[in-house]
């Protein structure tokens, strides 16, 4: 993958071009394991010349598995170890990270949860069809989702509002910014709408995305998503 910078969409504050991209180091909870083994992970990526630490999404899985698909992001997953809530293992994986010169990053996946989640029940969200093929993109793990309702800018708005108030806490625990792995066509509005959400608190809140692999079109919009990188295959 690559980073390219991209300019604030109009209405959002002008960013500084930073004088080089960031070197990301890219760590998954359930290699490294517990919380109490983080640490020294956190020297060595140091000491290898990286400056950010993206971390894989931390919180507690629903049934199917996949650590992409939160079932309760008050919680963590398992693999931590950690007896605390989320927002605790947040504190404790930023202050860990930034004692050691590292700037702290989480992958967050806005469009999709667990099905049979809290969430996934609420009218933000709806199971996905059973009967749809499955994504060959996606692990099969990540097809028992509950898909975010986009159809209306009404829809779009309210649950940036649920992130922008999610993200502003976890940055309240010392984490720098996130990389948001989108999946559902449109997908560049709802960024454009959180990160605007967020930055109106948070300014310097540093945003990546990767978005779906889509045509020319959405390819536009997401120049205007507000994010300050984006992941692109090559």
Do not use: K, M
Not at 98 to 111: C, E, Q, Y
Not at 133 to 158: F, H, K
């Amino acid at each position: 993958a690559v980073t390219a910078l991209v300019p604030s969409p109009a209405g959002q504050p002008e960013r500084p071009a930073p004088l080089r991209s960031p070197r990301i180091y890219y760590l998954h909870p359930l290699l490294v394991g517990p919380l109490a083994e983080w640490p020294g992970q956190f020297d060595r990526i140091a000491r290898l010349g990286f400056d950010h630490l993206l971390i894989a999404p931390v919180f507690l899985p629903g049934e199917g598995g996949s650590i992409l698909l939160a079932g309760d992001h008050e919680r963590t997953h398992p693999a931590l170890g950690w007896d605390g809530d989320a927002p605790s293992a947040l504190r404790r994986i930023a202050a860990g990270a930034r004692a050691h010169g590292l700037t702290p990053l989480v992958d967050i996946v806005p469009d999709r949860v667990a099905a049979g989640s809290r969430l996934a029940e609420s009218p933000l969200f709806q199971s996905r069809d059973a009967a749809l093929p499955l994504d060959p993109r996606y692990y099969p793990a990540e097809s028992a989702a509950a898909e975010a309702r986009l159809e209306t800018e009404e829809a779009v708005v309210t649950l940036a509002e649920w992130w922008a108030a999610r993200l502003e806490s976890w940055v309240d625990c010392g984490l720098g910014g996130f990389r948001l792995l989108p999946r559902a066509d449109g997908a560049a509005r709802l960024v454009r709408e959180i990160t605007a959400a967020v930055r109106r608190r948070v300014p310097d809140c540093l945003f990546f995305a990767s978005p779906p692999e889509r045509g020319p079109a959405e390819s536009a919009d997401w120049a205007q998503a507000g994010v300050d990188f984006l992941f692109l295959n090559v």
